[in-house]
């Protein structure tokens, strides 16, 4: 089955690996494009690809002929690493000190 050009708000923090009320924060603090089309959001999967640092989207036309199994497992863990990166932005972790 093709991946979907478009994304519900549910979808993409599904995508992300957030929540989301954590998806409708970063739409509203501009930081996650959307498409507003009445009441319903729509986040492109274009703008998830760029948002999570993986362009060129994986359907544009390749660069190189063969695929090198090094370089995919590569890929796998840079996007890996962008995951953690954007689940902190959204869940930065709890700060120990004095709380009132």
Do not use: C, W
């Amino acid at each position: 089955m093709a991946e979907p050009l478009t994304y519900s708000v549910e979808e993409a923090a599904k995508v992300l690996g957030v929540g989301r009320g954590s998806t409708y924060e970063l739409i509203h603090t501009g930081q996650l494009r959307h498409i507003q089309i009445g009441r319903r959001m729509l986040i492109s999967r274009a703008v998830l690809r760029e948002f999570l640092g993986l362009l060129p989207d994986e359907n544009a036309p390749a660069q190189s002929q063969g695929k090198n199994k090094d370089t995919d497992k590569g890929d796998e863990a840079q996007e890996t690493t962008y995951l953690i990166t954007i689940r902190r932005l959204v869940n930065p972790a709890p700060r120990s000190g004095f709380q009132m």
